[in-house]
C-alpha cells in the first residue's frame, strides 16, 4: 500500500519534469519500471551520509586494513629468521607490537612458547568494526 502511494506520487512528480528527461528516466528504468524507484524509496534513513556515517565508514575501513598488517605480522612471527630491524617488518612491528602487547599483558603465553593473545586482538578489532559496520 505504501509503496502504490510512493510510486504515485512519484509518477506524480516526474510528469512535471521536461519531456527530455522523462524520456532519459523510462530509458534507464525499464528494466525495473516503479518498483525500480520504490526500492530506492525503502532505504534506510541512515543512508544518508551523515558527519557520523562517513567517520564510521573510514574507521571501519581503517580497522580492515589494520587487521591485515596485524595478520601479516602474526603469520611472520612463526619465522624465527625475520630480520626485523629492516624496512618495512620494522614499520609493521612498531605498528602492531603496542597494540599486540595490550593483549599479551593480559593473556599469558601457553606453555611458554604458543601466543594466543592475537586471538583476542583480532576478536577486538571484529567486534568493534562489527558496531561501525552496524552504525551506517
Same mark, same amino acid.
Given at each position: 500500500?505504501?509503496?502504490? &502511494?510512493?510510486?504515485? +506520487?512519484?509518477?506524480?512528480? *516526474?510528469?512535471?519534469?521536461?519531456?527530455?528527461?522523462?524520456? +532519459?528516466? @523510462?530509458?534507464?528504468? $525499464?528494466?525495473?519500471?516503479? &518498483?525500480?524507484?520504490?526500492?530506492?524509496?525503502?532505504?534506510?534513513? $541512515?543512508?544518508?551520509?551523515?558527519?557520523?556515517? /562517513?567517520?564510521?565508514?573510514?574507521? $571501519?575501513?581503517? *580497522?580492515?586494513?589494520? +587487521?591485515?598488517?596485524?595478520? /601479516? @605480522?602474526?603469520?611472520?612471527?612463526?619465522?624465527?629468521?625475520?630480520?626485523?630491524? @629492516?624496512?618495512?617488518?620494522s614499520a609493521i612491528r612498531d605498528l602492531c607490537d603496542?597494540? *599486540?602487547?595490550?593483549?599479551?599483558?593480559?593473556?599469558?603465553?601457553?606453555?611458554?612458547?604458543?601466543?594466543?593473545?592475537? +586471538?583476542?586482538?583480532?576478536?577486538? &578489532?571484529?567486534? *568493534?568494526?562489527?558496531?561501525?559496520?552496524?552504525?551506517?
Amino acid at each position: 500500500m505504501l509503496e502504490m &502511494l510512493l510510486t504515485k +506520487s512519484l509518477i506524480h512528480k *516526474l510528469s512535471t519534469l521536461s519531456p527530455q528527461i522523462q524520456a +532519459s528516466i @523510462r530509458i534507464s528504468s $525499464s528494466s525495473g519500471g516503479p &518498483l525500480f524507484f520504490a526500492a530506492i524509496c525503502d532505504r534506510p534513513a $541512515s543512508y544518508l551520509n551523515t558527519p557520523l556515517t /562517513v567517520v564510521a565508514a573510514g574507521l $571501519s575501513k581503517w *580497522l580492515d586494513i589494520y +587487521s591485515g598488517v596485524l595478520m /601479516v @605480522r602474526v603469520l611472520l612471527s612463526w619465522f624465527p629468521n625475520i630480520p626485523w630491524d @629492516r624496512q618495512p617488518l620494522s614499520a609493521i612491528r612498531d605498528l602492531c607490537d603496542p597494540y *599486540l602487547n595490550l593483549f599479551r599483558n593480559i593473556i599469558p603465553s601457553v606453555f611458554d612458547t604458543l601466543d594466543v593473545s592475537p +586471538s583476542l586482538a583480532f576478536a577486538v &578489532l571484529g567486534t *568493534l568494526g562489527s558496531i561501525l559496520n552496524n552504525s551506517k
